[in-house]
């Protein structure tokens, strides 16, 4: 999938007037990020509008709206971020919006930098916007992986934590006769008492056996 991306990028680079570089930005939940790019001055141009909260590459993500800036040195509608748009070298650019996926809040953005003014004309607008829903297939289709890779992540972490807790617990209760119930809440009174985590007091009492010093056993659960 990010050859794929970064196969869009290059092929736009190559067709687009202007001697761009260019960069595929991908927006879940408002958070963009950088996914593909030809070189250093797209990603940071893409990076100084993340950094604002704005610019012609998030607008057209978040409008769906084909956002050209035709002179970076006349055009007045992001002021703090045009005149260093210029002084990087880039002097037009074009965004093609990506349409990924409305219900989980994901959007995107092919972004063009040229380093002439007024580099794109209507063919070349026309030539942009083909490119777009073979980024937006790549990139929904990443945005799907890293979120399924994300939850099994979590997952095993969960079954790991609580595979640790449950020993520990299993370590209190044969150790000193307690219930499932009254060990877990051992395990939570030394948590808040020492101020650790749960998980952390019980991983040391698996791999070591030793308990934090204190009285935790007069009153269990």
């Known amino acids: 999938m990010e050859y794929l991306l970064q196969t869009v990028a290059d092929l736009t680079k190559a067709v687009m007037p202007g001697s761009p570089e260019t960069s595929v930005t991908l927006v879940v939940k408002d958070?963009?990020?950088?996914?593909?790019?030809?070189?250093?001055?797209?990603?940071?141009?893409?990076?100084?509008?993340?950094?604002?909260?704005h610019g012609p590459c998030l607008h057209a993500a978040r409008t769906g709206e084909?956002?050209?800036?035709?002179?970076?040195?006349?055009?007045?509608?992001?002021?703090?971020?045009?005149?260093?748009?210029?002084?990087?070298?880039?002097?037009?650019?074009?965004?093609v919006p990506l349409a990924i996926d409305d219900d989980e809040q994901v959007t995107g953005a092919i972004n063009i930098y040229a380093r002439e003014p007024d580099a794109f004309d209507e063919a070349s607008r026309t030539a942009a916007t083909r490119f777009g829903p073979y980024a937006a297939v790549a990139a929904g289709d990443?945005?799907?992986?890293?979120?399924?890779?994300?939850?099994?992540d979590n997952l095993q972490a969960a079954l790991a934590t609580r595979g640790v807790i449950d020993q520990a617990k299993g370590i209190l209760m044969d150790r000193h006769q307690l219930t499932a119930d009254q060990a877990f809440q051992v395990l939570a009174q030394m948590s808040m008492k020492t101020n650790r985590k749960l998980?952390?007091?019980?991983?040391?009492?698996v791999h070591t056996g030793d308990l934090p010093p204190g009285k935790w056993f007069a009153r269990p659960g």
């Not at 748009?85 to 965004?95: H, I, M, N, T, V």
């Not at 990443?142 to 099994?152: G, K, V």
């Not at 998980?199 to 040391?204: L, S, V």
């Open 199 to 205: 998980f952390a007091i019980a991983d040391e009492l």
């Open 66 to 95: 084909l956002t050209e800036i035709a002179d970076m040195l006349t055009d007045s509608r992001w002021p703090d971020y045009t005149p260093r748009a210029a002084e990087r070298g880039a002097l037009s650019s074009l965004s």
């Open 142 to 152: 990443l945005h799907a992986f890293r979120s399924a890779r994300a939850r099994a």
């Open 31 to 53: 958070r963009p990020t950088t996914v593909a790019t030809t070189g250093q001055l797209a990603l940071d141009l893409d990076e100084k509008q993340y950094e604002r909260g």
